[in-house]
């Protein structure tokens, strides 16, 4: 036995288990609880039924959806998972009479979209007493009437159902009348009065009773009447319908006034007694708002509106009741008929806005929910996106759809999407509507800044200011606010072994580059730098560019003149043969420009001469030559300014002095000390040297014939030295020249003067191995040409000092200041 019992409830348990098991798969829920509870009342927990994790349900956006129009009933407690009572329901009000009551909702679930079904079971509870339709019912009995004749009396109702409906009736306690309850098909119960003791109007002439109805509900509610018994002479007839129901269908939104059904009662009486009177009964609220009776023809007429979707049934009652009181009763169904009358309903469930442009094709965007109240067909919804916008709807359970990307999005293309949703449904005619969805694309740092140029040059002139603007360069990237904000700076790198940015720098914002030094073209002459275009996004996205910066010349650089050197007070003077002709080379002023191009571009001219005839100089070749032939009268000492000059704008220019000795040999050279510029001197100093010359001269051959008589009787004289060339002092070895840091000769350095007889014109051996490159830049003169007229002046203290070197037909000769 006991082992029986045992199975037996592993067999319930088995059963219990498997049951859930179906109602995990189905995801359907089905809840019992009564009517009229609390707000607030737990009809059971959703996430211990489902299987889900209470922490969950709010991520997943757990929800009651149900129409939107219609009420809610109950919700989520999303922190227990509980289903509570929303509002207070009212079974009565929601079923009417149907003796099961049903809630059903869907409860959704997102990522991943779920939807399970939940049905609510709403037990009745007795919260209605039974109700009589009058308070005092009428019945008249004619005095003749049997023993044991039965009179129907009118019911009485209980909204409540089952047990909690009219169970019973009790009657005042009289003499002449005793209740009878009889059972109706429908279940109902109803009362007769049967008749005990024959009435005699004589005695009697009215009874009044109290009638009540009892429900089976606990506690148990009742409702009373009074029973009025007019005690006449005979009615034998009570009404007679022609149908015991009354059936019809009329389509929804029927117009006012029109004619649903006429009901029918005949009285075989006559007179009073066969007059028939109908009256409504048993009716709910909405039905006595949509119909109504004419009690003298039955006809039944709307009255009000009727929606299918609202009520598609109605049920009611008519009572038909002649003159004195008999009444018999008929029921009235009316079936209401679905038009289609009302368009799809789209409803936006959840939307993503605004979505990242970067998410891939096929991401869920949002859900939607197409809703039709009309049913069949007209209910049947299909949904679909208008334009060509790079989404679609996907069918997902029941009347969802999941709005999904097909295709990359791009925000710098399309940044805001209006996407019409139409939804069609399938009655005859069919009825559509949309919605639109504002979809918009949220910035994601894709883009790097891209130069405008692919790269940038700039010219500035040499000698620029400091800070001044070398160019600018543009970045734009599409990207939105700072994933789109541009930001420049320089790559580090290097110029000339120093750090670019110590030449120029570059504005952050607007990507102005500016000289941070002035350039020297002598210098460089061009150079890069890197500039980086930086969003300022994260991570940042960057680009750079080459620019390239040349510097042109400014005509900053006098010429320089190297031969004859002016350096230390010192300058070359050369020997003019005397018998020179016209045309004959005579010396070459050498002169260079750092510059370059035309403020590099020499041109040599004689300013100042002692005779301005003699020489002339060659405009770009510097080469001094006689103009024509030298004749006795010629002045010996022949001086000329050399002014060199560029073609820059405006021009440079540098000056220097050439001494020139007309003369065969250096020996006729006389004292130099007084060679001079100043033309009021020159013509005394030239008379003086003449006599001295004179003197000098003929004492010396005196001398030298007297010596010369003698020696020559002993042997033949010896020439010293048969060449000799002149050389810069630049040139000499350092221990020939000792030159001081003042650039002059110290005093105490005596050179002994050696004089040719050999060649007649001067080599300049050096002008022609002279090269620029091999000038060293700290070598170059930097002297104006003021300097070289300080030196003019200084001539009067100057002394003379001549070096020879033992090379054959070359002759040097160097005058020291
Ligand atoms: C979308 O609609 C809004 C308002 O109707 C309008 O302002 C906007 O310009 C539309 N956008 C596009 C991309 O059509
Ligand atoms: C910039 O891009 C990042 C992703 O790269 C994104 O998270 C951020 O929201 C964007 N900023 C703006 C202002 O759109
Ligand atoms: C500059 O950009 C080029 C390509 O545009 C890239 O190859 C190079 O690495 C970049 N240099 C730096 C320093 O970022």
């Given at each position: ?15 219990a ?20 509870t ?38 989520i ?41 939940i ?27 049997d023993?044991?004749s ?18 019973s ?36 002439k ?14 148990q509610?009742?409702g ?33 006034d ?40 039955g ?33 009235v ?12 309903e ?65 925000r ?5 999407y ?19 969805v ?16 692919q ?29 789109g ?36 073209y002598?210098?460089?002459r ?23 910066l ?8 006098s ?20 018998a ?30 002692t005779?301005p ?101 002993r ?25 001081d ?62 070096i ?14």
């Amino acid at each position: 036995m006991a082992h029986n019992r045992y199975s037996a409830v592993g067999l319930l348990y088995s059963f219990a288990f498997f049951l859930r098991l179906i109602l995990v798969v189905n995801g359907d829920l089905s809840y019992s609880f009564p009517e009229e509870t609390k707000q607030g009342f737990v009809i059971g927990n959703i996430a211990k039924d489902l299987g889900l994790n209470v922490g969950k349900l709010s991520a997943r956006k757990a929800r009651i959806d149900s129409e939107p129009k219609r009420k809610r009933y109950c919700d989520i407690n999303l922190n227990t998972g509980d289903l509570i009572v929303a509002e207070r329901i009212d079974r009565e009000a929601l079923c009417g009479e149907k003796t099961s009551c049903v809630l059903k909702f869907d409860l959704i679930l997102e990522a991943p979209l779920e939807l399970h079904r939940i049905s609510l079971q709403i037990r009745d509870i007795n919260d209605n007493p039974p109700v009589f339709t009058k308070d005092e019912i009428k019945i008249e009995i004619n005095e003749f009437a049997d023993k044991g004749s039965r009179f129907r009396v009118l019911e009485a109702h209980d909204i409540d159902i089952g047990q909690n409906s009219v169970q019973s009736y009790a009657l005042q306690t009289n003499k002449y009348l005793v209740l009878n309850i009889q059972s109706k098909s429908d279940g109902g119960k109803f009362a007769e009065l049967v008749l005990e003791m024959e009435l005699d109007r004589e005695e009697q002439k009215e009874l009044r009773l109290l009638l009540t109805a009892l429900d089976g509900g606990s506690p148990q509610r009742t409702g009373t009447a009074t029973v009025h018994v007019t005690v006449l002479d005979a009615n034998d007839n009570a009404p007679v319908f022609s149908q015991a129901v009354y059936e019809t269908t009329l389509p929804e939104n029927s117009p006012l006034d029109t004619i649903v059904v006429l009901v029918a009662a005949t009285d075989a009486d006559e007179g009073l007694n066969g007059e028939v009177t109908y009256e409504l009964s048993r009716i709910s609220e909405s039905g006595r708002r949509a119909f109504a009776l004419n009690h003298t023809s039955g006809e039944i007429k709307v009255i009000g509106p009727l929606d299918f979707e609202e009520e598609s049934t109605y049920e009611m009652r008519v009572d038909a009741k002649d003159g004195y009181g008999l009444t018999s009763e008929s029921r009235v169904i009316i079936q209401v008929s679905d038009v289609n009358d009302n368009s799809p309903e789209i409803y936006l469930n959840s939307l993503n806005n605004p979505i990242p442009e970067n998410v891939s094709p096929g991401t869920e965007v949002g859900i939607i929910n197409v809703q039709d109240r009309d049913s069949e067909n007209s209910g049947q919804v299909r949904c679909f996106i208008q334009q060509g916008a790079p989404f679609k709807l996907v069918p997902s359970i029941k009347n969802y759809y999941s709005l999904v990307t097909t295709g990359q999005l791009d925000r710098e293309l399309v940044s805001d999407y209006n996407i019409t949703i139409k939804a069609t449904d399938e009655g005859s005619p069919p009825l559509s509507s949309s919605k639109t969805v504002q979809l918009s694309v949220a910035d994601i740092n894709d883009n790097p800044p891209v130069f405008e140029g692919q790269s940038y040059s700039a010219y500035v002139s040499e000698n620029n200011k400091p800070g001044s603007t070398l160019c600018s360069v543009t970045a734009r990237d599409p990207d939105w606010r700072q994933n789109g904000t541009v930001i420049y700076s320089l790559l580090p790198g290097e110029v000339n072994g120093a750090p670019v940015s110590s030449y120029v720098s570059v504005n952050g914002d607007t990507g102005v580059i500016h000289a941070v030094r002035s350039f020297d073209y002598e210098q460089f002459r061009s150079f890069k730098v890197h500039v980086m275009a930086r969003d300022n996004g994260s991570p940042p996205l960057s680009s750079n560019v080459t620019v390239s910066l040349f510097i042109s010349d400014v005509n900053d650089n006098s010429p320089q003149i190297l031969y004859p050197a002016a350096e230390g007070n010192s300058f070359m003077t050369e020997l003019i043969p005397k018998a020179a002709h016209g045309g004959s080379l005579v010396s070459k002023v050498i002169a260079v420009d750092a510059d370059s191009g035309q403020n590099a571009w020499l041109s040599y001219h004689i300013v100042k001469s002692t005779d301005p005839g003699l020489f002339t100089i060659g405009v770009h070749s510097g080469e001094i030559r006689t103009q024509r032939d030298i004749s006795e009268s010629d002045n010996m000492k022949q001086n000329l300014i050399v002014s060199v000059k560029d073609n820059g704008q405006p021009s440079l220019s540098a000056t220097c002095s050439m001494y020139l000795l007309i003369s065969d040999n250096l020996a006729e050279v006389p004292e130099l000390k007084d060679i001079s510029y100043d033309e009021k001197n020159s013509k005394l100093t030239s008379y003086l040297i003449i006599a001295l010359v004179s003197v000098s001269t003929f004492f010396l051959t005196f001398i030298i014939i007297i010596l010369g008589v003698r020696f020559c009787r002993r042997r033949k004289p010896r020439l010293l030295f048969d060449g000799a060339v002149a050389i810069p002092s630049a040139y000499l070895p350092p221990n020939y020249a000792d030159v001081d840091p003042t650039g002059t000769l110290r005093s105490t350095y005596n050179y002994d003067a050696y004089l040719t007889t050999g060649s007649r014109t001067s080599d300049f051996k050096f002008v022609s191995s002279y090269n620029d490159n091999t000038l060293p830049a700290d070598q170059t003169l930097r002297k104006s040409p003021s300097d070289f007229v300080d030196s003019f002046e200084d001539l009067e203290a100057s002394v003379e000092v001549g070096i020879v070197e033992n090379t054959p037909n070359r002759y040097h000769f160097l005058r020291v200041c």
